[in-house]
């Protein structure tokens, strides 16, 4: 599972590194498809990821974050790192025993739901791997090449 | 592993339906970004999913399949199961220990590399959930909803 966090984090940086390449136009011009511009993509997986597993460490709901307030590289990127430092000792500390542990997870538009945390963490994982798939079919609208998707010949296997 | 696995032949499976809602035309219309059409995408995935398992269960190189004899929704969903019955027995029975045995791969284009077992094993899961990224882009653009990427709610954590 660890290995699947670490290819997204690598792909994620990659992209943030694609997009000091094109103008700030661009990154935030709205998109069809996916859930918006590349840029308020990049915050939606951000968020999501954080989300989801502030949940499984048993924090509290995190306060609804406005894109408005990260619609940059670099308040995104510190978003990211701000959000990645919390939630990676969970990720490090994962093991198999914690696959049928039970969230409880509740919205004002839902009822309750329970989610194994298995089910949650792979869900984190391939929403990423997702959207970064709508990401590479708009930097084609740009004209530019995709970051690559590969998990092979990234390093992350070389240990 | 197996259950995302497991998640990307029931998204797969929910994407041939969808297709069955399509004209012909649209299905093989070229795409922006992305290997081709709707359903070049699908064999590709279909494709590379065969013949990256079939090298970690020792066979030889499968003979490269011809898109045009897999080109509609009845002989694609015939390849799909076809290549799904011969490489289940490997993925049911995937475990820890055969994260790092070695695959050594080589193709005319390129020199012979070595992969690990858990690298080659991840590689395919994200190639397809990448992919489908691609199609839920496509979908927008011929005025469909796409199918829902999200691993949860679809009943694969019940037991």
């Avoid at 840029?39 to 502030?54: A, G, K, N, P, Q």
């Avoid at 198999?96 to 542990?101: A, K, P, Q």
Wanted: charged fraction near 30%; include cysteine; glycine fraction near 6%.
């Amino acid at each position: 599972m660890l290995k699947l966090f670490e290819y997204n984090w690598q792909v994620r940086k990659d992209w943030f590194d694609w997009c000091d390449s094109v103008t700030e136009k661009e990154l935030l011009e709205k998109r069809r498809g996916g859930p918006g511009s590349i840029l308020y993509t990049l915050f939606h997986i951000i968020d999501v990821e954080y989300s989801w597993i502030s949940g499984l460490q048993g924090k509290p709901e995190p306060q609804e974050p406005t894109f408005e307030d990260y619609a940059n590289m670099k308040k995104l990127r510190e978003y990211s790192a701000r959000c990645h430092e919390e939630i990676t000792p969970f990720i490090y500390a994962w093991n198999s025993s914690m696959e049928t542990r039970i969230l409880e997870d509740g919205n004002p538009t839902n009822k309750l739901e329970s989610f194994k945390y298995g089910e949650i963490i792979r869900h984190v994982l391939t929403h990423e791997i997702h959207h970064i798939g709508q990401l590479s079919v708009w930097s084609r609208e740009i004209g530019k090449q995709p970051i690559t998707a590969n998990v092979i010949r990234r390093g992350l296997f070389d240990c």
